[in-house]
């Protein structure tokens, strides 16, 4: 390398150090500008893959933290799941309930359907309940589909949101579900839409697989 060479190598790692400094001075700026802390509305919802898997990563990632998680499943009743097994080996942090009677496809019955959801929506409210006050039972409430309930007018909309925007002020509380509505959608605090774009089941024709989808 000629010394030319080696000159406009030194000024191109002075240039390209000089913008990292700037680029952490601005983010160093703005995050010593958020300073609250509160619970959050959090929605996993959209046509793709993984908006349970990411709710069970948070409360996964909040047992790390020593936090307390209360779960609530709409749909999903009879299956078992790794997210089951791995969760109750943590009894004195976690408690879970799986209420549900499977998909409308699978029941065939809107009455028998109507009574799973109000069952799992009286013990949702009966967990988000428990956290008013100085002692409360649960940091994180996961509400695992209850979109889909919402979507199929198994619940009063206006009585969940109602709840919902009225939650204990600390309270994580994680809803899932595809088709989330729009009147939850503007309650929450953050919102992510899973995207589909290619999906086994779809396109090869590869079935529900443990790990992976249970």
Same mark, same amino acid.
């Given at each position: ?5 080696? =000159?406009? &190598? +030194? #000024?191109?790692?002075?240039? /390209?150090?000089? *913008? ?7 983010? !160093? ?83 028998? =359907?109507? &009574? +799973? #959801?109000?069952?799992?929506? /009286?013990?949702? *409210? ?7 006050? !100085? ?80």
């Amino acid at each position: 390398m000629s010394e030319a060479e080696k =000159d406009q &190598a +030194a #000024a191109d790692f002075d240039r /390209a150090n000089e *913008k990292s400094r700037k680029r952490k001075a601005a983010r !160093d700026k703005m995050l010593s500008s958020k300073v609250n802390e509160k619970g959050l509305l959090i929605v996993h919802t959209g046509k793709g893959k993984g908006k349970s898997t990411a709710a069970f990563g948070l409360a996964t990632r909040a047992v790390g933290n020593g936090m307390k998680i209360g779960v609530v499943q709409f749909v999903k009743g009879k299956w078992e799941t790794g997210e089951k097994y791995v969760l109750e080996k943590f009894p004195e942090q976690v408690d879970m309930y799986a209420l549900g009677e499977g998909f409308t496809w699978d029941t065939q019955d809107r009455g028998r =359907d109507i &009574a +799973a #959801a109000e069952k799992a929506w /009286a013990k949702s *409210k009966e967990m988000i309940d428990a956290c008013r006050g !100085d002692d409360p039972k649960y940091n994180m409430i996961v509400l695992d589909e209850l979109n889909i309930t919402l979507r199929y007018d198994h619940l009063n909309l206006e009585e969940v949101i109602d709840f919902l925007e009225d939650k204990p002020e600390d309270l994580h509380i994680v809803v899932t579900g595809r088709n989330a509505k729009e009147e939850m959608i503007e309650i929450a605090d953050l919102v992510t839409e899973m995207t589909l774009v290619k999906h086994p089941f779809r396109d090869q024709n590869i079935k529900a697989q443990r790990g992976i989808e249970f």
